[in-house]
């Protein structure tokens, strides 16, 4: 069932939010070459218990840990561990807050050193489609608008577009509906209403769309192991269009 947030939620969700993209910030100057994946988790998850919230994804189905960290062909979904980031790697970061009882949830793929162009420019286009779906978040559009957008872009683009996985709607549950596929047909699926909140996450790869999932039933990877990026913001629905809850 799609929920309408009410004002007073709406601003517990902006909490929530901002206190996702402000662990962001935190964790940006520490992802670097010779640091351990848990290592970010951990400073992450004091980070946002000092704000006053939790971290969504611990113990969410069992997830045994605050952030999700995928490095390189790893689409969503990786723990963290005692591996190291190396030079050359790219890491997706999807880190969700609880903030009285409401969630904010962003993924962001960052560099760690100096990658190829090719990867680089992985990296750019998939937050490019983000903001091409963003585009048609208003009021009176369908979530098929926000699918057709961002799949038109990652194929003008070149890139692989993951179709098992999907953006969705965020609330007192870091996952309400609806589904936001990232591929998809204009004018189909729920009608936007003000008042919605949705998370909008485009996962793109450097080559084929097929993903597998690891033996640990969580870690997503492409299954041809070319590169993956994701980049998401939760937004809500406003009577212009959309306001970007875990931005600045």
Known sequence: MI????????????????????????LKPYIKEGIKTKEL????????????????????????????????SEVVHGFPSDRVLKNGD???IDIGACYKG?????????????????VSLLLENTEKALYEGLKQV??????????YAIES??????????????GHGVGTSVHEDPEVPNFGT???GPRLKEGMVIAVEPMLTLGRSEVFVHDN??????????PSAHFEHTVAVTKEGYLILTGE
């Open 3 to 26: 929920t309408i947030k009410s004002p007073r939620e709406i601003e517990l969700l902006k909490v929530a939010g901002k206190i996702v993209y402000e662990t962001h910030k935190y």
């Open 41 to 72: 988790d951990k400073l992450a998850e004091d980070f946002i218990r000092s704000k006053g919230a939790t971290p969504s994804f611990k113990g969410y189905n069992g997830f045994p840990t605050a952030l999700c960290i995928s490095i390189n």
């Open 90 to 92: 790219i890491v997706s």
């Open 102 to 118: 409401y969630h904010g949830d962003s993924g962001w793929t960052y560099k760690v050193g100096e990658v190829s162009e090719e």
């Open 138 to 147: 208003k009021p009176g559009n369908r979530i098929g608008d926000i699918s």
């Open 153 to 166: 872009y990652a194929k003008k683009s070149g890139l692989g577009v993951v179709k098992e996985l999907c």
């Open 186 to 188: 204009k004018n189909t």
């Open 217 to 226: 039933n969580w870690t997503v990877d492409t299954l041809d192991g070319s």
